[in-house]
């Protein structure tokens, strides 16, 4: 008999609940300190698992309590959310999707793992694969977009790094896969919304980033709140049992969002917490995190013969597997137990500025306003987020310190120590206080360049922040019309650094300012990041991982829609548009300027008639005619121009990369499996059609600056 088994032989039916129980913990003065509850909880073995404690000292208290002092040693789940950088914080996670750059995202998530196992923890509640088109959305700023392929490559990637390849290692965290499933389409982008959507699009755009952690040996996912189609996902039995477990064999952990399995009865499903707790568990959802449900619920559903104690150890096992594959039965204090060292702290520091910099969009570069001088003797710097360290570190902070964070001032100030750099922020981000708006467009008087820094605070955006207006905040808008007006009156010009988690409706911004950057929230080393940009120490590469609307009637919008019978026609009234605005987006999917200036020529599609087992190889050269080096993406998508089942008019199948020197050529490769060209059928069954497909190559989801060539897939 193995451990395991040999452990269920021995537990009572509270020890197992225990084992099925997460909850919040902290560190008081006094000691630890658990969330409703005593420490003498994980002496009995009532908890089993934590989430909330940070730091490798009161990690380590805590886990003492369950090996030494409990009955049966066995060791503590602790986990914390660490959503984009632990101590060290990185750009957001639809920031660092801007990237479009997979190795980079795996080892952002390596360095996190290893900062947060420094730390004690041994898993983290991410990555968050949720596919948002709706920017009204907060937790945008928590995913990678609009973009299923663009997911999909993000869930491999963050999960190796998180896992690497030992979970059992010491700098090793178990990743969890989240919001399972379709929580980005909530109702009217509203936090906590219903979502329902059709199994189609279920299909096709939402369960392939899940899939693919789960191919890649994802530990634990966990199911979103909301529900789908009227069955919540916590107790959504076909989707979780069915799909995850039987169809796609995930023997990990279902861990349940925070207070979850309790609100099925605000769902109305359940008409008590023990009924809660039996659709839950018969869903085969193993942690019940911190709604109690387990506890207080099972043993009364036992009684009603609600569940069986066989599904109650199914679930047992799964956890106790968990905690045996992170290696805490084998030595519990491995995580925590050594400080990094000062070289490995500032190989991250390093890192995190660079991939800060290179997150950020250049959305706009008018007479070549960028990159500004560095022989400037005055710069005036306006802006309530120009000097706010604190904000950069974004929605979910974790355990980032804000004294650890550079503002933009601070930034620049270090990059420029022989520039005046004058500051006033002009308005608050509370209240309609304009009275600080004169004073700070007097500093632009006798300035040589101006750098406004407006958007959202961190707050307003991430969980519970929806916003049924994502714009500036409208003081900040008074303030820079009045920069605006004062710059045109000196002959000025202006740079706008746009702070969000997701995309702003901002068309007056955008025709007003002569260079503006999608800067999101870059973390610690925000301002250092954006001073490197500013000032043409590094070129911007990110692109735009969703569109941007000119518009909010446009919201939804995305570029991957499907054709319809009467696509717009300007010479037809009677097609799909707009009579206000035109359809398209201000600026699309994959926008982003460089300091370069690329142009791509001679693509070839090799082979011209594939079968499902081939490969396709797209060439396409690439050549720099601007006068700096800089890195350019390149897009390629497909579209089947005939089908049994319409598809979108444009969907991405792969991504290339490049640096170029000025006057410099390359050829750059994108290779795509042939089976990537498969889809649902009018059955819902996967299905690869002969028939002709154009393969797009270019600078983003703007057909206009797209190369074309068609192959033809053959029957098999």
């Not at 509203?190 to 299909?203: C, H, M, V």
């Not at 199911?223 to 979780?240: E, R, V, Y």
């Not at 981000?429 to 467009?441: H, N, P």
């Not at 897009?635 to 008019?649: E, N, Q, S, Y």
Request: glycine share 8%; net charge negative; with cysteine.
């Amino acid at each position: 008999m193995n451990r395991i088994e040999k452990l269920l032989a021995q537990m009572t039916l509270a020890e197992k609940l225990g084992q099925l129980t997460m909850t919040a913990a902290g560190h008081a003065v006094t000691g630890p300190v658990i969330a409703g509850d005593s420490t003498e909880a994980i002496k009995t073995g009532a908890i089993g698992n934590l989430l909330n404690l940070v730091g490798a000292g009161p990690v380590r208290e805590m886990q003492r309590l369950a090996v030494e002092e409990s009955r049966l040693k066995i060791p503590l789940l602790i986990g914390l959310d660490i959503i984009h950088g632990h101590r060290t914080l990185i750009p957001i996670p639809l920031a660092e999707a801007a990237l479009f750059d997979p190795q980079t995202w795996e080892m952002t998530a390596r360095e996190a793992a290893k900062e947060g196992a420094a730390d004690g923890l041994a898993m983290t509640f991410s990555p968050m694969l949720d596919v948002s088109r709706d920017i009204r959305w907060g937790r945008t700023a928590e995913g990678s977009g609009e973009d299923t392929w663009v997911s999909v490559q993000m869930a491999r990637a963050k999960v190796r790094g998180y896992e690497g390849s030992d979970l059992a290692s010491p700098d090793a965290l178990a990743a969890c896969a989240k919001h399972f499933c379709a929580y980005g389409a909530v109702l009217a982008g509203r936090e906590y919304a219903s979502a329902d959507i059709s199994e189609r699009t279920l299909l096709e755009v939402h369960l392939p980033p899940f899939d693919a952690a789960v191919a890649v040996g994802v530990a634990t996912i966990m199911p979103a709140f909301t529900d789908l189609a009227g069955i919540p996902m916590t107790a959504n039995k076909k989707l979780l049992r069915h799909h995850l477990r039987e169809q796609l064999g995930f023997d990990g952990v279902l861990v349940s969002d925070y207070n979850a399995i309790a609100e099925l009865m605000h769902h109305g499903i359940a008409a008590d917490l023990p009924e809660a707790a039996a659709l839950a568990l018969e869903a085969s959802v193993d942690i019940d995190m911190m709604a109690d449900a387990y506890r207080r619920g099972l043993p009364v559903a036992l009684e009603r013969g609600l569940v069986t104690m066989e599904q109650i150890d199914e679930s047992v096992r799964r956890v106790l597997r968990l905690k045996e594959r992170l290696g805490l039965f084998d030595d519990p204090y491995r995580r925590g137990s050594r400080p990094e060292s000062q070289a490995a702290l500032t190989h991250r520091r390093k890192l995190a500025r660079s991939v800060a910099a290179r997150a950020i969009v250049m959305l706009k570069n008018d007479r070549q306003t960028l990159p500004l001088p560095g022989t400037l003797r005055r710069m005036c710097v306006i802006g309530p987020l120009a000097d706010a360290a604190t904000e950069m570190g974004g929605c979910w902070g974790a355990a980032g310190r804000p004294e650890d964070r550079v503002s933009v001032v601070a930034g620049l100030r270090q990059a420029l120590p022989g520039t005046e750099i004058v500051h006033a922020p002009g308005v608050r981000f509370s209240g309609e206080d304009e009275s600080g708006i004169a004073a700070a467009v007097d500093l632009c008087d006798g300035a040589d360049a101006i750098v406004l820094c407006i958007g959202e605070m961190a707050s307003m955006s991430g969980e519970a922040a929806s916003r049924a207006f994502p714009e500036v905040p409208a003081t900040q808008r008074v303030l820079a019309e009045a920069v605006f007006e004062r710059a045109r009156a000196k002959g000025l010009r202006v740079v706008v650094v746009l702070f969000s988690g997701r995309p702003l409706v901002i068309p007056w911004l955008a025709e007003q300012a002569d260079a503006l950057l999608a800067a999101w929230f870059l973390g610690n080393e925000a301002g250092n990041a954006i001073a490197d940009v500013v000032l043409g120490h590094t070129s911007p590469s990110g692109r735009t991982p969703m569109s941007w609307p000119r518009a909010i009637g446009q919201i939804p919008l995305f570029y991957a829609e499907r054709p319809g019978g009467r696509p717009y026609n300007p010479k037809d009234h009677f097609t799909s548009k707009y009579m206000d605005v035109p359809n398209e987006p201000l600026y699309p999917f994959g926008h982003g300027l460089t300091y370069g200036h690329f142009t791509f020529a001679n693509l070839t599609v090799t082979p011209d008639r594939v079968a499902e087992k081939d490969t396709i190889e797209a060439r396409v050269e690439v050549t720099n005619q601007g006068a700096h080096a800089a890195e350019e993406t390149v897009f390629l998508f497909t579209h089947d121009k005939i089908a049994t089942v319409t598809r979108p008019v444009l969907e991405l199948k792969g991504v290339g990369k490049v640096t170029l020197r000025p006057g410099e050529t390359q050829t750059v490769r994108i290779a795509v499996p042939a089976s990537e060209l498969r889809f649902p059928g009018r059955d819902l069954t996967p299905v690869f059609e002969p028939g002709e497909v154009e393969i797009l190559v270019g600078p983003g989801a703007d057909r206009s600056q797209l190369l074309v060539q068609t192959l033809v897939l053959l029957a098999a």
